[in-house]
């Protein structure tokens, strides 16, 4: 399972608010199958087989378009580890234990 650190940013929204842009990303990922997502405040982990997490970003990259954007930077870092199982809250739970 790989492990997907997304931002999407609407360019040229008229507004520095991007929260309702950020809300719908959401409800995309909601549609979204066999993968396992989590807001944090300035990203989305988003979880899964790497072909699944392709079609996500995929989607929520395309969402502000839909909504009127006509410019959209989105950034991705995957961690995509095959040697074993890993998930966010494998490797939060490696560090809680270190502290």
């Known amino acids: 399972m790989a492990i997907a650190e997304v931002t999407v940013i609407p360019v040229g929204t008229g507004s520095t608010s991007l929260s ?17 997502y989590t807001l944090t405040s300035m990203s989305t982990i988003i979880e899964g087989q790497l072909e699944d997490i392709f079609a996500a970003i995929r ?6 378009f839909q909504s009127g954007a006509m410019r959209v930077s989105t950034s991705i870092k995957i ?6 199982e890993s998930s966010s809250e494998q490797k939060l739970r490696s560090v809680r234990e270190k502290l």
């Open 59 to 64: 989607a929520i990259h395309e969402a502000p």
């Open 79 to 84: 961690d995509d580890r095959r040697d074993k």
């Open 20 to 36: 309702s842009y950020v809300a719908e990303l959401q409800r995309v990922l909601e549609k979204q199958t066999d993968i396992k």
